[in-house]
């Protein structure tokens, strides 16, 4: 006799745990922040922990794990616990680790992709490190075709963000800006030296944007050998930590704060005497950082010039009504995309209760006909449908009997065979002299 399927096991969901410049501090984010040899042993202990599949997202406005699993639960405290691990003893700051499931770990992928959770809405960095990010997490097999769907269509959001809508001018219009009053004061950019603090999303896009213009000599300063060195290797840059940052000021023309740390590391006694080493040639700081990395008295000094963001903003007369305007736009885009993706996902998980039922069914069809022996068709056809309202009709009983359901499973038998509508046949035509069920 054919029996129904056996209980699935619990559905995967997606789960986002982590720490962002929105809930930590710079120096915490610092302490989590994994480097990518450590990744695959990270792996390792997530797949061990309750995830089936994850990614790493470690840059300096983030920290985070996304993943899928079977037990939200448990895998939300292992990620914790993992990441709090890292702080080497550290107190943890208080509201820095935030956990998302189901839609809201969705929606959340979507947005970051989309440089919506940057720290510079709609700066471009972000979506190339997602990339590498996604990169790695495949080629060290802690991809699988769920958390590999859900990043191609976060990158499709973005796409489509940029595409769409005005979100990109922001940033640009800001780098314009800043390559304007940098050009203003030293001209050919060739001969320039840049200091780049941090570095942070912002930073590195400024960064990118004045080499389009010729800028050559890079120095990245980090708080560490090994996070000065990563970013430094991108621009084929010499690296400083910030115990060398004194000297670095020396040399530089340009330095552009984007570390974000929460104190101003470049303070106007450091300026002072860097300017008296260097014999008063001018110095240009571009202190994109939040908060700024740069003590605001440096303006008193001579033959220094400091621009904040406001400063960018005022010079590049950007419309913040329309930039908001735009951001809106922008998340209306990643909701529809949101929307498209996880109705994707429940029709595939209804087909899968579709093919069970129609697996089922068959067995219940190939077990009658093995007893059927002489039996004519029509005893074969009741015994079928006996059968296999058999389970249905006991559900209905019981559900009558306590009424816990409160009516749901009568509600949803209606709905599931269309009890209310025409008969229809297999082909989908009303059979020849049938109109409504009779009663």
């Given at each position: 006799?054919?029996?129904?399927?056996?209980?699935?096991?619990?559905?995967?969901?997606?789960?986002?745990?982590?720490?962002?410049?929105?809930?930590?501090?710079?120096?915490?984010?610092?302490?989590?922040?994994?480097?990518?040899?450590?990744?695959?042993?990270?792996?390792?202990?997530?797949?061990?922990?309750?995830?089936?599949?994850?990614?790493?997202?470690?840059?300096?406005?983030?920290?985070?794990?996304?993943?899928?699993?079977?037990?939200?639960?448990?895998?939300?405290?292992?990620?914790?616990?993992?990441?709090?691990?890292?702080?080497?003893?550290?107190?943890v700051e208080q509201g820095a680790f935030y956990?998302?499931?189901?839609?809201?770990?969705?929606?959340?992928?979507?947005?970051?992709?989309?440089?919506?959770?940057?720290?510079?809405?709609?700066?471009?960095?972000?979506?190339?490190?997602?990339?590498?990010?996604?990169?790695?997490?495949?080629?060290?097999?802690?991809?699988?075709?769920?958390?590999?769907?859900?990043?191609?269509?976060?990158?499709?959001?973005?796409?489509?963000?940029?595409?769409?809508?005005?979100?990109?001018?922001?940033?640009?219009?800001?780098?314009?800006?800043?390559?304007?009053?940098?050009?203003?004061?030293?001209?050919?950019?060739?001969?320039?030296?840049?200091?780049?603090?941090?570095?942070?999303?912002?930073?590195?896009?400024?960064?990118?944007?004045?080499?389009?213009?010729?800028?050559?000599?890079?120095?990245?300063?980090?708080?560490?050998?090994?996070?000065?060195?990563?970013?430094?290797?991108?621009?084929?840059?010499?690296?400083?930590?910030?115990?060398?940052?004194?000297?670095?000021?020396?040399?530089?023309?340009?330095?552009?704060?984007?570390?974000?740390?929460?104190?101003?590391?470049?303070?106007?006694?450091?300026?002072?005497?860097?300017?008296?080493?260097?014999?008063?040639?001018?110095?240009?700081?571009?202190?994109?950082?939040?908060?700024?990395?740069?003590?605001?008295?440096?303006?008193?000094?001579?033959?220094?010039?400091?621009?904040?963001?406001?400063?960018?903003?005022?010079?590049?007369?950007?419309?913040?009504?329309?930039?908001?305007?735009?951001?809106?736009?922008?998340?209306?885009?990643?909701?529809?995309?949101?929307?498209?993706?996880?109705?994707?996902?429940?029709?595939?998980?209804?087909?899968?209760?579709?093919?069970?039922?129609?697996?089922?069914?068959?067995?219940?069809?190939?077990?009658?006909?093995?007893?059927?022996?002489?039996?004519?068709?029509?005893?074969?056809?009741?015994?079928?449908?006996?059968?296999?309202?058999?389970?249905?009709?006991?559900?209905?009983?019981?559900?009558?009997?306590?009424?816990?359901g409160d009516e749901a499973i009568a509600n949803?038998?209606?709905?599931?065979?269309?009890?209310?509508?025409?008969?229809?046949?297999?082909?989908?035509?009303?059979?020849?002299?049938?109109?409504?069920?009779?009663?």
């Amino acid at each position: 006799m054919g029996h129904p399927p056996k209980h699935r096991a619990a559905p995967s969901d997606f789960l986002v745990v982590g720490a962002s410049h929105k809930t930590s501090s710079t120096e915490f984010r610092d302490r989590l922040f994994v480097e990518f040899a450590d990744e695959v042993e990270l792996f390792a202990t997530l797949r061990a922990n309750g995830f089936e599949q994850a990614m790493v997202v470690s840059t300096c406005d983030r920290v985070e794990i996304c993943g899928v699993t079977r037990h939200a639960r448990d895998a939300a405290i292992a990620a914790r616990s993992l990441l709090g691990s890292r702080l080497g003893g550290t107190h943890v700051e208080q509201g820095a680790f935030y956990v998302l499931q189901g839609r809201d770990a969705v929606r959340h992928v979507f947005a970051v992709a989309s440089s919506l959770e940057s720290a510079i809405i709609g700066e471009a960095e972000i979506l190339g490190q997602f990339k590498d990010a996604h990169l790695r997490a495949r080629l060290a097999g802690a991809l699988g075709s769920e958390l590999d769907g859900l990043l191609q269509k976060a990158f499709s959001a973005a796409k489509d963000v940029r595409t769409n809508t005005a979100i990109a001018e922001g940033p640009l219009s800001l780098a314009n800006a800043a390559l304007q009053a940098v050009r203003g004061l030293f001209g050919d950019l060739e001969k320039v030296t840049a200091l780049l603090l941090g570095p942070g999303e912002m930073g590195v896009l400024m960064l990118e944007h004045f080499r389009r213009y010729g800028l050559r000599h890079i120095v990245v300063a980090g708080p560490t050998p090994e996070r000065a060195g990563s970013a430094a290797h991108a621009f084929d840059a010499h690296a400083v930590t910030y115990d060398s940052l004194a000297s670095a000021l020396e040399r530089a023309d340009l330095v552009i704060g984007a570390a974000g740390t929460g104190h101003e590391i470049v303070t106007a006694e450091m300026m002072r005497k860097a300017i008296r080493a260097r014999r008063r040639k001018p110095v240009f700081i571009l202190d994109v950082a939040v908060p700024a990395d740069a003590d605001r008295a440096i303006t008193e000094l001579d033959d220094v010039f400091l621009y904040d963001l406001d400063d960018l903003e005022l010079v590049s007369r950007s419309n913040l009504a329309a930039r908001d305007a735009a951001a809106k736009q922008a998340w209306d885009v990643v909701e529809r995309h949101v929307d498209a993706f996880l109705g994707a996902n429940a029709e595939r998980d209804a087909g899968q209760e579709v093919s069970d039922l129609r697996a089922y069914f068959e067995q219940v069809r190939i077990d009658i006909l093995a007893e059927s022996g002489d039996m004519d068709v029509a005893e074969v056809t009741r015994r079928l449908v006996n059968r296999l309202l058999h389970a249905p009709s006991e559900a209905l009983r019981a559900d009558a009997r306590t009424g816990v359901g409160d009516e749901a499973i009568a509600n949803a038998v209606r709905r599931l065979f269309a009890l209310d509508e025409e008969i229809q046949s297999g082909d989908g035509e009303p059979p020849q002299g049938s109109n409504k069920h009779e009663s």
